[in-house]
C-alpha cells in the first residue's frame, strides 16, 4: 500500500519468474530518487514478503476486463482529463504508435461514465414530469396566459444558467442539471 495524504492506494509489481521466487532477491532492489543518486534498498523503505494469494480474474458482462486507473490533480476537471486522455489515445493508435491485439479494445468510464448514467436515468422521466408541471401550473394560476409567462421566465433563467455554465468552462453534469432545475424553478 502506498500512503497518499489520508488515502491508501494499493501497489502491485509483477516481476519476472526467477525474481518472484526470492524475497530476498525483491528486497535488494534497489529505488533510485532525486536525493539519493545511488538507490536504496526497498528492505529500506518496505517489508518485502512473498504471500501465495488467489488469482482474481476481473469480468464485466461476462468478458475479461482490465483495469486502469488514475487519480487526478486537484481542481482538474474530470471531462477534461477524459477529453486529453481520449485524444492521446486515439492519436497513439491512428499514428500506430500503439496497437491493439486482435480481440481487445479500449473503454474509458469512471466519472464520466457514471455522469452519463445519472443523466440518462433523470432524462428518462422528463416527459412525465413536464406534463406534470404543466397541469400543476395551469390548475394554480387557472390560466394558460399565467402558465406560459410562469414557463418563459423558467426559460429565461434556463437558458442564463447554461449561458454561465459555457462562460465558467465548467462541465455538463448531475449536479449542474440539479442546479439549473433550481434557478428554473
Avoid at 500503439?98 to 457514471?114: C, D, M, Q, S, V
Wanted: no cysteine; hydrophobic share 55%.
Amino acid at each position: 500500500m502506498l500512503l497518499e495524504d489520508t488515502q491508501q492506494l494499493p501497489v502491485r509489481v509483477r516481476y519476472a519468474d526467477e525474481w518472484r521466487t526470492n524475497a530476498e532477491q525483491l528486497a535488494a532492489l534497489r529505488l533510485v530518487s532525486d536525493q539519493v543518486a545511488e538507490g536504496l534498498p526497498l528492505a529500506a523503505v518496505a517489508e518485502v514478503s512473498l504471500t501465495p494469494a488467489w488469482s482474481v480474474i476481473t469480468r464485466r458482462n461476462a468478458e475479461r476486463v482490465q483495469l486502469v486507473q488514475g487519480y487526478l490533480v486537484a481542481d482538474a476537471l474530470p471531462a477534461v482529463s477524459m477529453a486529453q486522455l481520449d485524444a492521446k489515445l486515439q492519436s497513439a493508435l491512428a499514428s500506430g504508435a500503439f496497437k491493439l491485439p486482435p480481440g481487445y479494445r479500449i473503454e474509458t468510464g469512471g466519472e464520466a461514465a457514471e455522469r452519463d448514467e445519472a443523466v440518462g436515468k433523470l432524462l428518462a422521466s422528463v416527459v412525465l414530469l413536464v406534463i406534470a408541471m404543466v397541469a400543476t401550473v395551469v390548475l394554480a394560476f387557472n390560466s394558460f396566459r399565467r402558465a406560459a409567462i410562469v414557463f418563459i421566465a423558467g426559460a429565461q433563467a434556463m437558458g442564463m444558467g447554461i449561458v454561465a455554465l459555457l462562460l465558467s468552462g465548467h462541465a455538463f453534469g448531475f449536479v449542474i442539471i440539479v442546479g439549473i432545475m433550481g434557478l428554473v424553478g
